[in-house]
């Protein structure tokens, strides 16, 4: 809804903007808006194990974040030439579901694993993800600039996960079926680098409109407490956004 | 077709005449066995059932829903007279949803004659058949009174009980008038939610899981996991305390269930009953269908440590053979297992070190078939009836081996030998105490015209049994039967399932009480029929090991 707005707000700018004379030299700085998407999908394993019956059950939850929404607000300044720097913040949400496999072991006998593997839905992902860069402004003719930037990021990953796998199974034992997954979630922070170049086009003075496409990447070890090994999740992505500018 | 109003005129003629011929000769009479094998024939024999019944001749003992063959149902009816059950006179009956025999096997009993009231009570004949037996008996174990058929066609009026002392069990027929003990015979049916899963090292050193329970911080071996509840009690060494237990007087309670302080179970003897009881219950359950040894989860009662090995030489040698040398199904669902001998202790016959007896699969499922055999057929342990008895545990036994078992030869391998798990060779001899694949191996008939005729060993339930055992191995593996030198095609060990499934079906499912060698290839056949069909590879197989057997 609220990126239905942006575009909304974005087309009255454009279709009530009246041009002006282009200016020979990038402007001082911008104050970007964007709503856009995060193409890139995510996904990764949560290995867990816990003691059943006498024997090592095994249990993988797969989970796979699609692309979704994101938004952007950043700040670029020119401070020497065509140099800056600028300040960023993105946003990612997204609920996915996750697949969950397990290996259990009879309660009868030793290695006769039944296996079991079910869907458990709505888990939220979150990304709130700080970028500092170094910007280049480069004049692309008329009243259009683009910024080419690149930088550390920090990365803020809330994750929900699957704590425990709860299995149905009776007499005489040969199957067992997923039953639910306990969620909880999970954050962590890591720093990681972004790239990418923002293209701005001025409307009128002080404002216009914008594309951005950041590329940012870190891994952070969600750190699971039941998890057999490394729970590791890539993190952040190609973001595709536009929106408005405010140009000083 | 046309024969059928013939053949139903000549029943309705003979019947009545067989079963009310000879009345005035001291009671004599004659067996009347029925295996109709046509269409005509068994509604024949169905009509005589249904005149039977309605002049309370026979009496409907249990009826059961077909597990194996959807849409029938499956009967047992006890023959009476004069309102007293005839002993071994027993029908079995299969009929679909309407209503129709589909087969009828059974004997009954014709020309009794005797005066039906006793002279001797019931509390008279109790205290007889105790001071025979050894042991008091509980009053919930008081004599029946039933007519007894005699091997010389007379019949007896006796009152019937069964009593355990450390001689062993037998069951002791009382005459009603005169106070004589007209028969004996040993019914020994021997061998030569806290739910918590434990582990557990058997008798042979490997490890397996137990389902037990978990209470004030103790263990408890009893499964809560399987449907019925399975519980094995350490007695140890209390052989007194054991037999009145067995025999009804003395209740074992929860104190009595073998323990374990942390779930890592090392008393052998406890561990293999316990979890073996619960395989043979599993195969029952996934082989057939069937709910335990009732069909209806009835409880499993495992008893170990009846002795303690240090005591063998200072036991007697009745108790020596019955509680250190074998395994027994006592009845009501309760097994007890043999000690064993100490390391450096052999048999002298066969030079054989003798382990726990609950340490092998084959002989625990044994011990535990006959409680299935008890709850369905009721083969009489005598004659040839106790020789099907013995042989449908050995069958079932070794059925169970390979279920669970990978097929080999050693310890803790499915083979056709019985109790090799137990039965150990010191130098070169063999192990176990019977072959199905060569039943000469331990001295056993492989063919019918080399049977025992003898009345040791209840007229040699035992040896005889090595019979329908060599039936059973060649159906499934096929080969030719030493004796008769015909060659049998079984069904291959990939399909051993069918061959388990018809004798399951032929012996607890159709056969009576008093099943005769004949009578079990009757029933074993039909079974075959009913569940794969006439000349099939499976139905092919058991003809043609019956036949290689002499059994026709």
Redesign the interface.
């Known amino acids: 809804m609220r990126a239905s707005i942006l575009v909304l707000a974005c087309a009255a700018v454009i279709a009530t903007a009246t041009p002006v004379r282009a200016q020979s030299s990038s402007p001082r700085g911008f104050v970007s808006i964007n709503a856009g998407v995060q193409t890139s999908t995510i996904s990764f394993d949560e290995p867990t194990t816990m003691q059943i019956?006498?024997e090592t059950a095994t249990f993988n939850t797969t989970y796979k974040i699609n692309s979704g929404k994101a938004y952007d607000l950043g700040v670029g300044v020119r401070i020497a030439g065509p140099i800056g720097v600028g300040v960023g913040v993105s946003s990612f949400t997204k609920s996915d579901s996750a697949s969950v496999t397990g290996s259990i072991p009879?309660?009868?006998?030793?290695k006769t694993p039944r296996t079991i593997s079910g869907d458990t839905a709505g888990l939220e992902r979150a990304e709130m993800n700080t970028h500092l860069d170094v910007m280049a402004f480069i004049p692309a003719g008329g009243r259009v600039t683009a910024a080419v930037f690149a930088g550390p990021t920090w990365f803020s990953v809330s994750q929900e996960v699957v704590t425990t796998v709860s299995f149905t199974e009776s007499?005489?034992?040969d199957t067992a079926a997923f039953g639910t997954a306990a969620t909880t979630k999970v954050k962590k922070t890591k720093v990681g680098y972004n790239a990418g170049v923002d293209v701005t086009v001025r409307l009128a003075k002080g404002v216009g409109i914008g594309a951005l496409i950041r590329y940012s990447r870190t891994s952070v070890d969600l750190g699971v407490a039941n998890a057999s090994g490394n729970t590791t999740s890539d993190a952040g992505g190609l973001q595709a956004s536009g929106g408005l500018r405010l140009i000083f | 077709m046309r024969l059928r109003p013939i053949g139903a005129l000549l029943l309705a003629i003979l019947i009545p005449l067989l079963l009310a011929e000879q009345r005035p000769v001291h009671g004599q009479g004659r067996v009347v066995t029925l295996t109709p094998d046509t269409a005509g024939a068994i509604l024949d024999a169905d009509n005589t059932v249904a005149r039977m019944l309605r002049a309370d001749e026979l009496r409907i003992r249990t009826r059961r829903t077909d597990t194996l063959v959807a849409g029938r149902s499956l009967e047992w009816l006890s023959q009476y007279y004069q309102g007293v059950r005839v002993w071994g006179g027993e029908i079995t009956r299969q009929v679909d949803t309407a209503g129709t025999a589909i087969s009828v096997f059974g004997t009954v009993y014709a020309g009794i004659t005797i005066e039906p009231d006793p002279a001797v009570t019931q509390d008279e004949a109790k205290a007889i058949i105790e001071h025979e037996g050894g042991a008091e008996l509980h009053d919930s174990r008081s004599p029946e009174l039933v007519v007894l058929p005699m091997d010389d066609g007379t019949f007896r009026l006796t009152w019937v009980a069964e009593v355990m002392s450390q001689f062993g069990k037998e069951r002791i027929f009382i005459d009603a008038k005169t106070r004589q003990v007209a028969l004996r015979y040993s019914t020994l049916e021997t061998q030569v939610a806290n739910a918590w899963?434990?582990?557990a090292v058997g008798v042979l050193n490997d490890?397996?899981?137990i389902?037990t329970i978990f209470s004030s911080g103790t263990y408890f071996a009893a499964d809560s996991?399987?449907?019925p509840v399975i519980q094995t009690y350490d007695m140890r060494a209390d052989l007194t305390k054991a037999i009145q237990a067995l025999n009804g007087f003395k209740v074992l309670t929860v104190s009595d269930i073998a323990t374990d302080t942390d779930n890592d179970w090392t008393d052998v003897a406890v561990v293999d009953a316990h979890v073996y009881s619960?395989?043979t219950y599993?195969y029952y359950?996934?082989r057939f269908g069937r709910r335990g040894l009732n069909n209806a989860d009835k409880a499993i009662t495992n008893l170990v440590h009846l002795v303690r090995r240090s005591d063998l030489q200072t036991s007697s040698s009745s108790v020596v053979s019955t509680f250190f040398l074998n395994a027994a199904y006592v009845g009501d669902g309760i097994m007890f297992y043999g000690e064993g001998l100490p390391s450096n202790f052999f048999l002298s016959a066969t030079n054989q070190s003798v382990n726990y007896f609950s340490g092998a699969l084959d002989v625990v499922a044994h011990e535990l078939t006959h409680g299935v055999t008890d709850y369905s057929s009721s083969l009489i342990y005598q004659g040839e009836s106790g020789a099907l008895n013995e042989a449908f545990s050995d069958i079932m036994g070794t059925s169970v081996e390979f279920f669970f078992q990978p097929a080999g030869t050693g310890l803790m391998k499915a083979d056709y030998l019985i109790g090799e798990d137990v039965f150990t060779p010191r130098t070169g001899s063999i192990s176990g105490i019977r072959s199905m694949a060569d039943p000469a191996a331990f001295g056993d008939p492989d063919h019918y015209s080399k049977r025992y005729t003898g009345t040791a060993d209840n007229g040699g339930v035992h040896t005889n049994s090595g019979i329908p055992n060599q039936a059973f191995y060649l159906a499934i593996e096929g080969g030719t039967n030493r004796t008769s030198g015909i060659r049998v095609t079984g069904v291959g060990g990939a399909n051993r399932d069918q061959i388990e499934k018809i004798f399951y079906r032929g012996f607890v499912q159709l056969m009576p009480s008093n099943a005769t060698f004949s009578v079990a290839r009757a029933t074993t056949l039909k079974a075959a029929q009913d569940l794969y069909g006439l000349n099939t590879a499976s139905y092919n197989a058991v003809r043609d090991a019956w036949t290689a057997v002499g059994v026709n």
């Open positions: 019956y006498q009879h309660p009868f006998f030793y007499y005489p034992f | 899963v434990g582990h490890d397996k899981k389902s996991l399987r449907p619960s395989y599993d359950y996934k």
